[in-house]
């Protein structure tokens, strides 16, 4: 990553050669210790979720930085996830309750770009408790963590990016459809949830290979 400090005379310079690819990837721009995105950037950090731990683990401020549990007891699973190497997310949810993992961005969300998402996920429907047919992956920009069992959308805090509602359990990757930020947003989260509550209303996930690029 190549890092540039201008003058802010220079401002429009930076943005018309900042952005362009180096070797080791595109270019972050920084004005006024403010990180801006380019076209292309992943903004997500460890969205592969790899781990050498030998077996799964609940998760706490340490176990993948800079991925912090939101809700719940989100757990890292150690067995091979989307794309065979090992490490991916396993979570249940229903409407009202459930678990979610959140970070802070180096790189902010900023107002007006357009972000897309993609993810590896995959219903883990191995609980005959459980009784959804279907589970939903729902990601979301923030500012300020709500201290809710569920988030909902509270614009400009918390704004839903979109989600992905399968039945498919295999691993499979979705491209979510492009999002343009009503605001700027300081972090990214998603939670697992279906449509239902009370007893047996849990579905569960397994999400790996998380992005969140601008476009
Ligand atoms: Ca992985």
């Not at 802010?8 to 943005?15: D, E, G």
């Not at 050669?17 to 920084?30: A, E, F, H, L, Q």
């Not at 249940?92 to 993810?119: C, F």
């Not at 700027?184 to 007893?199: H, K, P, Q, R």
Request: hydrophobic residues 35%; negative net charge.
């Amino acid at each position: 990553m190549k890092k540039i400090l201008v003058p802010a005379v220079l401002l429009t310079l930076v943005f018309i050669t900042g952005c362009r690819d180096s070797p080791t990837g595109p270019t972050t721009v920084y004005v006024h210790d403010t990180v801006y995105s380019c076209p292309h950037m992943n903004l997500l950090d460890a969205g592969d979720f790899l781990t050498s731990n030998p077996s799964v683990v609940d998760m706490d401020q340490s176990t993948i930085p800079p991925w912090l549990p939101a809700t719940g007891t989100p757990q890292l699973g150690a067995g091979l996830g989307c794309d065979s190497t090992h490490g991916y997310i396993q979570m249940w949810g229903n409407s009202v309750d459930g678990e979610s993992i959140m970070q802070h961005l180096r790189t902010p969300i900023q107002k007006g770009k357009t972000y897309v998402v993609t993810a590896c996920i995959r219903f883990l429907k191995d609980n005959p408790a459980n009784v959804s047919p279907f589970t939903r992956v729902r990601f979301m920009a923030f500012n300020q963590a709500p201290s809710t069992t569920h988030w909902v959308e509270d614009r400009p805090n918390v704004a839903v990016i979109g989600s992905v509602t399968t039945s498919n359990e295999t691993w499979q990757t979705y491209t979510l459809q492009d999002w343009v930020a009503d605001s700027d947003y300081s972090g990214f989260a998603f939670n697992v949830e279906d449509d239902l509550v009370g007893d047996g209303s849990a579905s569960w996930a397994k999400i790996d290979n998380v992005t969140l690029k601008e476009k």
